[in-house]
């Protein structure tokens, strides 16, 4: 049996495993990846984009020109 399971917090993990049917002593593989959006939702996206735009150089002047309506 193959299952990805995504946005899984750590302390869910023992309730999910059961909840999947395995047995306490059944061997399983675990791949285990950090999500980059814990919550998952449009605002915690956007704060990432943002901080990850500002490390990159982006200042708010650069956005203003950007986003200028050149029509």
Do not use: H, R, W, Y
């Not at 899984?8 to 309730?15: A, E, F, K, M, R």
């Not at 395995?22 to 593989?29: H, T």
């Amino acid at each position: 049996m193959k299952q990805t399971l995504n946005n899984i917090q750590v302390s869910d993990l023992p309730n999910v495993i059961n909840n999947l049917g395995f047995q306490p002593n059944q061997v399983i593989n675990l791949t285990i990846e950090s999500s980059e959006f814990p919550e998952d939702n449009l605002l915690s996206v956007m704060d990432c984009i943002g901080k990850k735009a500002q490390e990159n150089g982006l200042t708010e002047e650069i956005l203003n020109e950007l986003l200028a309506d050149e029509s």
